[in-house]
């Protein structure tokens, strides 16, 4: 089978396992698979997009993944295929059905010195499977799931003539939910409350509506409606935390060590619902046989209360204490969460400015959901650009795109705003809480006063890079903002495509308001 034989068949296989999005690094040795998803996306089979950095590439496919159809990511042999390794683990620690598509050199050329070869099988590690497709195939279906199609390519690497191909009718992708659990109902009577982490969905907040107990849904959760409660995370180092009896998890929790305390807690029983997740903490894995909609009674009314009233008064508290701050990427945070209309999307990075939105974003009204997303799986700053261009050009509903991040997780993927005159390129407001530097330390114990000596050399690490001369050489519209009322105002005009709005903030007293946060209590 000639490579253009074998990549036209890869090409047909992608289609069929329900990928309609292609992205595309360049490179010599996967030519016969760039001129066949070319063809491809002339007949309609899917759309392509291409990129200069696989990095970049890898990380788009994800944010396409996330919210609109299965993407596939293609490269060439040799680093290429190392520079995808950060979004293939978030893709696998956050579940998303990625599919990665390398180009290598004949089994013949491999353990010896043959220019851009390596050994690309396995290259993943025991996490991800290869398929190694030899040069003369066949190409068998593709999975469901995360996969690693390595394709074997030998000479010659351009087509004879142009591919017409046919129509082709696509698969409908699903998502599994899987793992053992036992079917359950839960009684009421012990004191409970239900975690929504990354990626839970709305039935953590049907579930705690119904059963009228309290809500504590990280932002990404799909379930920060209705009851949630704003300030959950201060809530839990106080005593109404311990009094917690039991807790029903939803998703994926990751932002905070209160949450991560009262799951581990001996004395607290948890029951896991989504038992797709390996956690480190005991649970008990529950398939909830109950309909939400069709519960007779609640649990007793006043410990949803006792949560409540204390929620209303620590965010009262946390207000204030914000707004007496000066301008700070807490008001960052707080800007971008109102002008996140209904139907909106909001990808977040990671760091401080998904913690920041935590405690600034509202419990927005029942039937209003926002799509709020963010790279939790392995929570790193990589791709988070890519992530946000790739996750707004997914979305069939054209409402309002944002996206929230640090300047250093800026700086990390600065090549997501390098884009081609033809490629596709979505309305899209990037918000960047710009403190010159990683001020997430500041709060935690590197950021302590014995270590003040050493911090801004090794964990602060300002950089001086002026944002809007790096957005001018991308051709990207960028505005400066220093005050809460001009961000209003910036975030109230978008310009359309994509633009930064740079949000210039002080870390000097970060440590200070975190303590003075966390100590808040309610009255």
Not at 55 to 75: D, E, P, Q, Y
Not at 98 to 109: G, N, Y
Request: negative net charge; contains cysteine.
């Amino acid at each position: 089978m000639s490579a253009t034989d074998t990549a036209r068949s890869v090409i047909t296989a992608l289609v069929a396992a329900g990928v309609r999005e292609v992205v595309l690094a360049p490179g010599s040795r996967n030519a016969p698979l760039a001129f066949a998803a070319y063809d491809a996306a002339e007949a309609g089979w899917f759309r392509l997009h291409t990129r200069i950095d696989e990095r970049t590439a890898g990380f788009l496919a994800l944010g396409l993944t996330k919210t609109g159809s299965r993407a596939a990511v293609v490269c060439t042999s040799g680093t290429a295929v190392a520079n995808l390794h950060p979004a293939v683990l978030e893709a696998h620690h956050a579940h998303v059905p990625l599919v990665v598509v390398t180009a290598d050199r004949p089994a013949r050329l491999r353990g010896t010195d043959a220019n851009q070869t390596t050994d690309q099988v396995g290259v993943f590690g025991r996490l991800v499977a290869t398929t190694d497709l030899d040069v003369d195939g066949p190409v068998e279906p593709i999975g469901r799931g995360l996969l690693h199609l390595n394709v074997q390519l030998d000479d010659p690497l351009v087509p004879p003539d142009r591919w017409q191909p046919g129509e082709l009718r696509r698969k409908t992708s699903h998502r599994f939910r899987s793992g053992p659990a036992s079917s359950f109902m839960l009684p009421l009577g012990p004191r409970t409350v239900v975690v929504a982490g990354d990626d839970a969905g709305p039935e953590a907040r049907a579930l705690a509506r119904s059963a009228g107990w309290p809500l504590l849904a990280e932002p990404t959760s799909g379930a920060r409606t209705g009851p949630a409660l704003r300030t959950y995370r201060l809530l839990l180092s106080t005593e109404l935390a311990d009094q917690v009896e039991r807790v029903v998890l939803f998703g994926h929790p990751t932002l905070s060590r209160p949450v991560q305390r009262l799951l581990s807690r001996p004395d607290v029983a948890v029951f896991d619902a989504a038992p797709s997740w390996t956690r480190p903490y005991a649970v008990t894995p529950v398939d909830l046989d109950v309909d939400v909609d069709d519960l007779d009674e609640v649990d007793d009314p006043t410990w949803l209360a006792a949560w409540q009233a204390a929620d209303a008064s620590v965010s009262r508290q946390l207000d204030r204490l914000v707004d007496e701050a000066g301008f700070t990427a807490y008001h960052v945070a707080d800007a971008v969460a109102r002008a996140l209309p209904r139907q909106g999307l909001l990808v977040v990075g990671a760091s401080n400015p998904i913690r920041d939105l935590d405690l600034m974003a509202p419990s927005y009204e029942i039937g209003s959901r926002r799509k709020v997303i963010a790279n939790r799986g392995l929570s790193g700053i990589d791709g988070t650009i890519s992530t946000a261009v790739g996750a707004a050009l997914g979305r069939e509903t054209q409402v309002r795109n944002l996206a929230l991040m640090g300047d250093v997780t800026f700086l990390h993927d600065a090549n997501g705003l390098v884009l081609g005159p033809d490629e596709p390129r979505p309305d899209l407001t990037i918000v960047v809480a710009n403190d010159d530097g990683g001020s997430i330390f500041a709060t935690l114990e590197q950021g302590a006063e014995q270590y003040a000596h050493a911090y801004e050399r090794l964990f602060g690490t300002p950089h001086h890079v002026g944002l809007a001369a790096l957005c001018q050489a991308t051709r990207t519209p960028h505005w400066r903002i220093d005050s809460a009322a001009e961000l209003d105002h910036a975030l109230a005009s978008p310009n359309g495509g994509i633009e930064v709005v740079e949000a210039v903030v002080d870390r000097s007293r970060r440590r200070e308001l975190d303590l003075a946060i966390r100590a808040l209590r309610p009255d």
